[in-house]
């Protein structure tokens, strides 16, 4: 990997800065189908930003790049085993195993994810290219300050990903697509101080526009590839808010907050389903392609007539509230309520128009008591916060194997979702030569289902099926919220030693990081179950000079395996190790 940025000053009033970097990563996993390296990493990108000065109250930023990258993520499995078998449960505990693959889709670094490639049994990959352009224009003046922020952006992704890494020459259940995506986003902003500079206001307007076009097939292979879906979606959003928070200084010690959010949003869709001219003139002889049943075709029409909206609007106000006392120079003590939401959509992956189920917006209250302080001179630091959230109409992204094999992606609202807990942080840094770190973090989740979940429950106890799917166990009980351990702890070093002839310094810092044990998986399936994990990264820095640093460092010291994810009965596992060795120079 290399990276390198170079500041050029045109004049006093105005600024240039380059940079760019470049990556060539090597795969981890071996394909024995196809003999190639996969999950590797290739990228580049560049970057242009200038600064324009041309009054003292004037300043713009305006800033241009673009990337381009080509990397991978598919499933994979340990020596023999499928990757439906966990490695924990065959006696491997680490990641000295070579990791293994077996799709027969052959790997490409330009995939264009589409069908026509697919079928030639190339393309696996995902590659993505995006260029952005930013400005930021600050005036300040006796009125306040006024902020003008602008940003295009513009991606194309285009994948084609075998999840469930069969040995056919189009894997076993895959999905290829092209997404181009636009977005427009402006902002303007307004800060000033009144009353003695006792009241500080922030308010301004936002608008978000984007807009998406995606392209995608998916196959399932019954002894020969078989064309589940192929359509297009046109999904287009629009939003607006006006914001405003005023903090206001009731004493010298105590500030008050209050700030509201108004925000109107609207989502549509429009689908074309490509499956039906396909079926009529199959262009390839090697998929399969069956007609669908009337009134199930991936259009629009076919939505609207089932009672599907296509369309979704929304108005939300959030508001905000927070009480700051500053008890010394050394203790601040704090009280707050947050609301905020998740936009809604729809069940995008699904391979029928009964299954582009809408889901609703999330809604998120949440409620925090906490304590900052400095101790010792300053030299050792307490924080702790207490926290309590609900999150109405929880969205929770779930996938299952349905009765024919293939897989069925989901979101719904299942759920509300409640959490308590406890965050401490603490830190000393006795002198500027080394410094010790340790964090804390408690929960207790819990989610709260609705009717539609509570009737899967009745029949999962009945005997009647629904065990296993959304968040109802196989024992028919509420399943723990995903990733949502009980608590968590990191604790970090840095020491840092001069090294006089070479007029440079050493320094070294360790972090450690353990996880209580985690369901991964959204149904409380055994196999989405992680055991408690600690993890270790650590570096070593050696400068020469003011200019000249290397930097040796590890992530994942320690080779510790970590199922991140379960997807229909796959899994998805952290990286081995990773050592690199860096080395900087300033001219």
């Given amino acids: 990997m290399l990276r390198a940025s170079v500041d050029i000053p045109v004049s006093d009033t105005v600024l240039t800065k380059f940079s760019g970097f470049w990556l060539d990563e090597d795969g981890y996993v071996e394909n024995r189908t196809t003999g190639e390296e996969l999950n590797g990493d290739e990228a580049w990108g560049v970057r242009a930003d200038l600064r324009f000065m041309p009054t003292d109250n004037v300043t713009w930023d305006i800033a241009a790049e673009t990337i381009e990258s080509s990397s991978l993520n598919i499933t994979n499995s340990f020596a023999n085993l499928s990757i439906f078998a966990r490695p924990y449960d065959n006696g491997i505990s680490d990641n000295t195993e070579n990791r293994y693959s077996q799709t027969g889709i052959r790997a490409s670094n330009n995939s264009d994810g589409s069908l026509e490639q697919l079928a030639t049994g190339n393309g696996l990959g995902n590659t993505v290219e995006s260029w952005a352009i930013s400005s930021n224009l600050v005036w300040e003046g006796d009125f306040g300050t006024l902020t003008f922020i602008t940003g295009l952006r513009s991606l194309e992704q285009r994948f084609i990903v075998d999840f469930f890494d069969g040995a056919g020459f189009a894997g076993t259940y895959t999905i290829a697509n092209v997404g181009e995506h636009d977005q427009f986003t402006q902002e303007v902003q307004y800060n000033n101080s009144f009353m003695n500079d006792r009241l500080n206001f922030v308010g301004g307007v936002y608008y978000h526009s984007e807009d998406n076009v995606t392209d995608w097939s998916t196959l399932f292979d019954i002894g020969a590839p078989l064309l589940l879906a192929d359509r297009e979606m046109d999904n287009e959003n629009t939003s607006v808010a006006v914001y405003g928070q005023a903090d206001f200084q009731i004493t010298d010690a105590v500030t008050l907050t209050a700030g509201v959010r108004w925000t109107d949003e609207e989502k549509e869709i429009d689908l074309r389903d490509f499956k039906p001219a396909l079926a009529a003139s199959n262009?390839?002889?090697?998929?399969?392609?069956?007609?669908?049943?009337?009134?199930?075709?991936?259009?629009?029409?076919?939505?609207?007539?089932?009672?599907?909206?296509?369309?979704?609007?929304?108005?939300?106000?959030?508001?905000?509230?927070?009480?700051?006392?500053?008890?010394?120079?050394?203790?601040?003590?704090?009280?707050?309520?947050?609301?905020?939401?998740?936009?809604?959509?729809?069940?995008?992956?699904?391979?029928?128009?009964?299954?582009?189920?809408?889901?609703?917006?999330?809604?998120?209250?949440?409620?925090?008591?906490?304590?900052?302080?400095?101790?010792?001179?300053?030299?050792?630091?307490?924080?702790?916060?207490?926290?309590?959230?609900?999150?109405?109409?929880?969205?929770?992204?779930?996938?299952?194997?349905?009765?024919?094999?293939?897989?069925?992606?989901?979101?719904?609202?299942?759920?509300?979702?409640?959490?308590?807990?406890?965050?401490?942080?603490?830190?000393?840094?006795?002198?500027?030569?080394?410094?010790?770190?340790?964090?804390?973090?408690?929960?207790?989740?819990?989610?709260?289902?609705?009717?539609?979940?509570?009737?899967?429950?009745?029949?999962?106890?009945?005997?009647?099926?629904?065990?296993?799917?959304?968040?109802?166990?196989?024992?028919?009980?509420?399943?723990?919220?995903?990733?949502?351990?009980?608590?968590?702890?990191?604790?970090?070093?840095?020491?840092?030693?001069?090294?006089?002839?070479?007029?440079?310094?050493?320094?070294?810092?360790?972090?450690?990081?353990?996880?209580?044990?985690?369901?991964?998986?959204?149904?409380?399936?055994?196999?989405?179950?992680?055991?408690a994990t600690t993890e270790m990264n650590a570096g070593i820095t050696v400068g020469v000079g003011e200019n000249l640093r290397f930097t040796l460092e590890c992530q994942n010291c320690t080779n510790e395996l970590v199922q991140h994810s379960v997807l229909a009965g796959t899994f998805y596992f952290n990286e081995p190790r990773r050592v690199s060795f860096k080395a900087r120079y300033d001219f």
């Fill in 283 to 531: 262009p390839y002889s090697n998929i399969l392609i069956f007609p669908a049943a009337p009134g199930t075709e991936l259009t629009t029409a076919n939505l609207e007539a089932a009672g599907i909206a296509t369309k979704l609007t929304e108005t939300v106000v959030t508001p905000r509230f927070a009480l700051q006392w500053q008890i010394s120079d050394n203790i601040m003590a704090f009280a707050s309520h947050t609301e905020g939401f998740k936009s809604g959509g729809w069940n995008a992956r699904g391979t029928s128009a009964a299954e582009l189920l809408p889901f609703d917006i999330e809604e998120v209250e949440t409620q925090e008591l906490g304590v900052r302080s400095d101790w010792l001179d300053g030299t050792l630091r307490f924080n702790a916060t207490l926290f309590w959230m609900e999150a109405t109409d929880f969205q929770v992204p779930s996938a299952f194997v349905r009765d024919n094999g293939t897989i069925a992606f989901i979101t719904r609202n299942f759920a509300d979702l409640e959490n308590e807990g406890l965050e401490i942080d603490l830190s000393w840094a006795p002198n500027e030569m080394f410094s010790l770190y340790a964090t804390a973090g408690f929960q207790d989740a819990e989610q709260i289902p609705g009717e539609s979940i509570r009737a899967q429950q009745a029949d999962c106890l009945a005997g009647l099926g629904g065990g296993g799917q959304g968040i109802v166990t196989p024992s028919c009980e509420i399943a723990d919220p995903t990733r949502s351990p009980d608590s968590t702890y990191t604790i970090g070093a840095n020491l840092t030693g001069q090294l006089p002839r070479m007029n440079g310094y050493i320094s070294g810092n360790l972090n450690i990081r353990r996880t209580d044990d985690v369901n991964v998986g959204t149904s409380g399936l055994p196999n989405g179950l992680v055991d």
